[in-house]
């Protein structure tokens, strides 16, 4: 618990470069070890010639300094977004005048650890035990999840986002967020998981709707 409370201690902006790094070594190693030109080609195989897949590869990895670009833009507003919910969540349970939303703020980053482990997790898997995989393979699976109880061709698209966020990574964040606001604030801990129940699971949940209403609009 020592070492969870000095991490949840730790500046936002440190916390923000180490989550931010540790995702741009999952990129690169990603970018090196997974998606090769064979994996590249067996995934439009049947859209694109040899020629074309291998033009469309080699066009992506000179652009895939973009992601590098997003990402930091992405997760400041991903962390935003939720430590609004949270302390919405903080407000209306007449809790802020116990922690503020900087606070919040640097415990969102902090509890993004776990999604972070997640992605090492996925990599490993794909590295070491997948065997013969393609892109749609990789977006597909997700740790410890429902999803990987089901074969991509059993699953309509509606329901891969929801099958995936349903997974033992996210609910370790919801009890880092609750955890995080107990230490940080000196909130009690039944009023902690309130404020996490009542705010982050049903903006979740209403997160998990609109990406299904999306994938409705969406064409193959």
């Given at each position: ?17 180490v989550?931010?790094g ?34 469309l ?8 300094w973009i ?12 962390f ?14 007449n ?14 980053i ?19 035990f ?5 892109l ?5 699976f ?11 061709s059993e ?38 998981e ?5 705010s982050y ?16 609009d969406?064409?193959?």
């Amino acid at each position: 618990m020592n070492s969870a409370a000095s991490w949840f201690n730790l500046g936002r902006f440190r916390l923000f470069l180490v989550i931010t790094g540790l995702y741009f070594v999952i990129f690169w190693l990603s970018e090196k070890i997974l998606i090769n030109e064979i994996v590249f080609y067996n995934s439009f195989s049947e859209q694109l010639t040899y020629e074309r897949a291998m033009n469309l590869f080699v066009s992506m990895k000179e652009y895939r300094w973009i992601s590098y670009v997003v990402t930091p833009l992405m997760l400041v507003i991903r962390f935003t977004l939720i430590s609004i919910v949270l302390y919405t969540g903080v407000f209306f349970l007449n809790l802020h005048y116990k922690i503020s939303f900087s606070m919040i703020f640097r415990i969102v980053i902090a509890s993004e650890i776990v999604f972070v482990l997640a992605g090492f997790i996925k990599f490993l898997w794909f590295c070491f035990f997948a065997g013969n995989y393609d892109l749609n393979d990789i977006s597909f699976f997700y740790p410890l999840s429902l999803v990987n109880l089901f074969r991509i061709s059993e699953v309509d698209k509606l329901w891969v986002f929801p099958l995936q966020s349903a997974n033992l990574f996210q609910a370790a964040y919801i009890l880092l967020l609750s955890y995080g606001l107990t230490k940080a604030g000196s909130i009690e801990k039944s009023a902690s998981e309130k404020v996490v129940i009542f705010s982050y699971m049903p903006a979740l949940l209403f997160w998990i709707v609109l990406v299904m209403f999306i994938s409705v609009d969406t064409p193959l």
